[in-house]
């Protein structure tokens, strides 16, 4: 008697990509309901099982619907955006900015949903997500029908859809608490990488996916820089630091791992961490080239993945496939790394398993979900083909399929394209709809990029208010002189603090966009030792609102950030069309005078060697407080035995420029 099946695909060249790599040249797959029930030589299952749909495959290979192990599929919106740039001012300049302006559940579900349409066209079934508004992410992943691990993003500073990480962490704790369980999404949080988290945000993101039993997604490891970093910040390589925060207590999926030596690499073996090996971005952004070989040889279970739509820039798995077993072999010198058989199986069972979910796809065998594609492998690029070596079938696939090869797709049994028509999404429309959205992003960094203020806002954490500042500059002759007049009995000293100054000031085509200033200052202490170090940002506006008596200058439009990132980053994203440097030692008295605090600096500039100068100055926010203010200057100017030098009033960078 036989059993009944929903359909029988016949006629296919099987590749079932199970352990033992098992082939049935005219093999057949039996499914009911969202599973596959049987597997073999097509005669047999005819004898076994009957159904009511008899698929013939007209000899194309049916396999495992491909599995993209990293990316970050709302980012379709932003493909082509801001290319050929540093990982840091790609990311930062440039992905931040628009997030923060535009993202929203809408937004993100509109870029799920082309990525999930270009997924389907390519023969992905399965992808590893990581994002903002991920609850919105899986919905629009439902609609289309396919299979997704879905990260909740949590980062340490606010983001679109977390004002703090305890929101974050809230966020994904629901998100996982109402999706556990579904048939298509496997919920996850993903803590984004050690440099933009912390030790807490890590140890809470282990201990919630611990609690329910799902993954744990996270960059580690990406650029020698973060690598750097971590070892001088925390006198340790990432992964003994992410260990250390328990993190692998949870089951992980680790996208990147470029820079990991062989002790990480059994680190993350022994842990059952799985690997996403991203090979298109990584050299995209000259992040270098993962030990893909070295992770293999242990065991290590290591997946594929496009990374985000922006940084590869496409979603195509076949190229990325392909591109992972050229870049083993070239980085190894050894052509027989990473054969067309081990990429192919990294896209499959081994990318599922790094998923953790390895027992619910990634193979064609009985039990496993019906997550199956179609591929025509008789195309004039594909032609002819060998069956001497079973081994040619994979080759066929992995050096010569391309993503428009894929005829028929089917996840959990159920049908989402055919005939390479779309059947869950209306590919027209999104088409329509992303453009609008472009044209508004456009518009967006159109109008940031003529204003260097609007750059500086974007960067995030900008203090975007003016400051008015009264101040009086001096050059000094005998600067002991000042020291020791500042001890005069109506001047009270409230802090005294040596600095070692180094300034950058980017300077612009148009003197209208006022200056970047580029700041590190390095604490000194009472023996000129350095014990702390600061870095800032400061656009400082041309505009000089007036002057008063003694050439006391009101002057205005300095914007204050942080300046978190390296000299380098701020060079490439501000585009200066000059630079200019100087160093000069600097002692800051804050004082109170009258009732009334300023600041007096005495500094020396070393380079270039313009001397030494007095300045006094203090903060208002109006011209008759400024008013008030400049004859308090003009007197503390004659207190301190420097009311008859001539006052200077251009900056030191305008001196350093004469």
Known sequence: MTQQADIIFTNALVLTMDEKLTQYERGA??????????????????????????????????????????????????????????????????????????????FVQLGTKIACAEFIRSGVTCFNDMYFFEEDVAKATVEAGLRAVCGQSVLKFPTSDAPSYEDGIARARGFIQRWKGHELIVPAIAPHAPYTTTPDILRESAELAKEFDVPLHIHLSETALEVENIRNEQG???IPYVKKQGLFEAKVIAAH?????????????????????????????????????????????????????????DLDMFEEVRLASFVAKAVSNDPTSVPAQTALTMATRLGAQALHIGHLTGSLTPGRRADLIL???????????????????YA?????????DVTDVMVNGKWLMRERQLLTLNEKELLAQAQEVAKKIDAFLIEREQSVLSKLIALGGSMEEESFEVQVKVELGEPLKVKERLEHPEIEIMRLRHYDQHDTYFL?????????????????????????????LTLIGQKREGAFAKEVLLSRSRFLAPATQSLRFYREYFKPLREIELHKDRLRWLIRYKDTEFFINLDNVKAPKLGSFLEVKSRTWSRGDAQRKAGMVAELLQILGASGQPAVTEDYVELAME
């Open 29 to 106: 797959v039996a499914v009911r309901g969202d599973s596959i029930v049987a597997v073999g030589p097509e005669d047999e299952i005819k004898k076994e099982f009957s159904a009511g749909e008899i698929f013939d495959c007209g000899g194309k290979a049916l396999m495992p619907g491909l599995v993209n192990a990293h990316t970050h599929v709302p980012m379709t919106l932003m493909r082509g955006l801001a290319d050929d740039l540093r990982l840091d001012v790609w990311l930062l300049g440039y992905m931040w900015p628009v997030e923060r302006e535009f993202l929203s559940p809408e």
């Open 236 to 238: 340790m390589p990432v």
């Open 257 to 313: 791992c470029v820079h990991v030596d062989p002790g990480e690499i059994r680190t993350l073996k022994n842990h059952g961490a799985g690997v996403s090996h991203n090979p298109s971005s990584n050299l995209k952004l000259a992040s270098g080239f993962a030990p893909v070989t070295k992770m293999l040889e242990v065991g290590l279970n290591v997946g594929i993945g496009t990374d985000g739509p922006s940084s590869n820039n």
């Open 375 to 393: 591929v025509d492998i008789t195309p004039l690029h594909n032609s002819p083909r060998f069956r001497r070596d079973p081994n040619n079938a």
């Open 396 to 404: 066929q696939i992995v050096y010569a399929a391309k993503s428009t």
């Open 508 to 536: 612009f085509d148009d003197p209208a966009q006022g200056r970047i200033r580029y700041r590190e200052d390095e604490f000194l202490d009472g023996d000129h030792h350095i014990v702390n170090v600061r870095s800032r």
